[in-house]
């Protein structure tokens, strides 16, 4: 037989699917790259102009927001703010100091970071390090916004590996990414005989020693239930 | 041979691809759906809370747009206008008269409409119907927000039939609308002995006659093409 995808020629042994399906299947792709174009095409129309961007002028925002490393305020918008924010829409909607001066005060943060979290706020882009998205990770879980969260959590889970993954599961377990911490969780068990030489270990036995017995108690029902697979 | 698709038996004839293209295949539908999934996300930040929305006080803005058959302005903001229209844009970055005093009058357009158009340059989405799809997209036009001139216009598309086709002829002709000239003008050629009684084709010779003029070039042409394939 011939295959109508491939073009080539085929044995009973290898037959996929039949015709009716493999042109209905066919159809669902096309229709799914078409919503998916149109999708693209409602995003280009949704972004924002990041007001971070070089070329527009301080004082295009009607609010700004200012860290304590640098007396260059980063101009913003109180509407994309409290849209993106509920923790900035509370904020900005009462009478808080920072709704009647007009200028929000982070110390908590560098100014880079924070100019990638407005950035971020206006076109839900960012460009990543591993340092930037535990920065912005953290900022986003203090200003509850969730697509930032789940997007540095995204590239933190890319990045893990079994000598980071102590560290790892510290962060996310500090910071409620739970995505990350069954990541992590999962590296160190797959390499428990090197757990305790791990970096970070140490400092997690001391300053969150619940969390490590999590680990051991844990392994100790994947090996049970190992053992009882092979019975 | 079964199919690993429907489960079902099927003969030589009838078949369509080998394993391999319908595993790959499988993977592909698996990988747009997860793509939709994060566009959707994305879109859902993305999206502005519509000032337009009846919990909003008229305050919420930093300008506001008044018709002239309603004395209730509509607020918005600044930077979101100007990022969806160029016209905006220019508008409010100038020293014309709205930019100065906070207020643009948009006089050849209802309160509903132009609420409407506010609504879609927060959130990308309206409720159309054929009036609203027809006034939105002059708005559209006038404005330059491409997105919702293609919007309305596929709208459009999807309810034009030969009864109506004349007429969607005539306005995407007045509307540089390519799309909706394409579709209403092939329905016409499709439907040449009823064109003359066509409501609409009096008042379009009247207007436009090069526009009918190019109905009949249009059909001739089909007309030959047709015979010549017949030949």
């Given at each position: 037989m011939w ?12 037959a996929?699917?039949c ?9 669902t ?37 200012r860290t304590a490393d ?11 703010l ?12 009462s009478e808080?100091e920072?709704?009647?001066s007009?200028s929000?005060?982070?110390?908590d ?6 100019r ?11 460009l ?8 912005l990770l ?32 510290a ?16 590296l ?40 009882r697979?092979?019975?």
């Amino acid at each position: 037989m011939w295959c109508h995808s491939c073009r080539e020629e085929y044995e009973e042994v290898d037959a996929g699917t039949c015709k009716e399906c493999y042109e209905e299947a066919s159809e669902t792709e096309e229709e799914l790259k078409r919503e998916i174009h149109d999708l693209k095409a409602k995003l280009s129309f949704l972004r924002l102009s990041s007001p971070v961007d070089l070329n527009l002028p301080v004082s295009s925002g009607d609010i700004y927001l200012r860290t304590a490393d640098s007396c260059t305020p980063i101009p913003a918008h109180k509407a994309v703010l409290m849209s993106r924010s509920p923790v900035f829409k509370a904020m900005l909607e009462s009478e808080m100091e920072e709704s009647r001066s007009g200028s929000i005060k982070i110390t908590d943060v560098s100014y880079a970071v924070l100019r990638a979290f407005v950035h971020f706020l206006y076109t839900a882009e960012s460009l990543l390090d591993e340092q930037m998205a535990c920065d912005l990770l953290v900022l986003a879980e203090k200003y509850q916004v969730k697509h930032l969260k789940t997007y540095c959590e995204k590239f933190m889970i890319s990045k893990v590996n079994s000598e980071t993954a102590v560290l790892s599961l510290a962060f996310a377990h500090r910071h409620n990414a739970k995505m990350l911490l069954e990541t992590a969780l999962g590296l160190i068990l797959e390499n428990m005989s090197t757990l305790t030489a791990r970096e970070g270990y140490r400092e997690l036995v001391d300053k969150e020693p619940r969390l490590v017995v999590e680990i051991y108690e844990s392994y100790l029902s994947k090996v049970a239930n190992t053992a009882r697979e092979e019975q």
